[in-house]
């Protein structure tokens, strides 16, 4: 596959369909399962390609191994400038999945750690099924950045906000349990079994009217013109702060520093 003349490595997202659901998964366990720029077109135009199909009436995500469901984005890659995000999908923001409503239900397997972009990818669906072993945080300010992608104000809109305050502002995790009894997490499972739980709750949504389940998430959401109302004025602000913050040396070192296997050195500018 291509984008853009560019070779696109299609292992890196693994897309099956079972019956009436099709299941994404980010194959790149040696990776943690971060996105890359492969990652971000295979996971975006598999949503758009499911938008059009009405044998697709619920789709679930998940990641590779059993160690991370998504450690966000690849800052390897990030650093060494190889990142590569696909222009066409650039506008559905982080794995052109945050930004890409779809009317079709979206279901997170969180099978491991959900950290950064790992953490906005489960908070873009509308259920998550996690595994005991499971984690969320949303650690970018230890690297200088911020959630960028609708972690900022999604993680406000989940959690009650000094809970949410707590995960922007110290970067630390919290259990998949703690998140349940936040009302994050739909339902906590034993290890191993994320994936088959999610599926069982996608299939109970299949069985559904497939019209008036799409509907019922539109007006859930309070769809206008295609976008969860108020969410275009928050994006907005969000990429505005992202353009000053990526221009900051912090912005720079952060990633840096991950890649180095070292302690940021901060200078607040």
């Keep these: 596959m291509t984008q853009n003349d560019t070779q696109v490595d299609t292992s890196k997202v693994l897309i099956e369909r079972r019956d009436h659901i099709l299941v994404l998964t980010i194959n790149r366990p040696k990776a943690r399962n971060a996105v890359d720029g492969d990652v971000w077109f295979l996971i975006g135009?598999?949503?758009e390609q499911a938008k059009d199909d009405p044998d697709v009436r619920c789709i679930v995500i998940t990641g590779s191994g059993d160690a991370a469901f998504s450690a966000g984005l690849d800052l390897k890659a990030l650093a060494k400038g190889t990142l590569n995000i696909p222009p066409r999908m650039a506008k559905y923001s982080f794995a052109g999945f945050v930004r890409h409503f779809t009317s079709k239900p979206v279901i997170a397997a969180v099978n491991g750690k959900a950290l950064g972009g790992g953490s906005e990818l489960a908070l873009a669906c509308d259920l998550i099924v996690a595994t005991e072993s499971a984690s969320f945080g949303l650690p970018e300010v230890k690297r200088g950045l911020i959630a960028g992608g609708g972690g900022v104000f999604r993680i406000t809109e989940a959690v009650p906000q000094k809970i949410a305050l707590e995960l922007l502002l110290t970067g630390e995790p919290i259990s998949s349990t703690e998140a349940a009894r936040w009302g994050l997490v739909n339902r906590v499972v034993p290890d191993g079994t994320a994936l088959d739980a999610a599926?069982?709750?996608a299939a109970q949504i299949a069985k559904?009217?497939?019209?008036?389940?799409?509907a019922s998430k539109r007006l859930a959401y309070r769809i206008v013109d295609g976008e969860p109302e108020g969410e275009p004025r928050m994006w907005a602000e969000n990429d505005?702060?992202?353009?000053v913050l990526f221009k900051s040396a912090d912005a720079q070192e952060g990633p840096r520093a991950f890649a180095e296997k070292r302690e940021p050195q901060w200078q607040g500018k």
């Design 45 to 47: 135009d598999a949503l």
């Design 199 to 201: 599926l069982e709750l």
């Design 208 to 214: 559904n009217a497939p019209l008036a389940v799409q």
């Design 240 to 243: 505005k702060e992202i353009g």
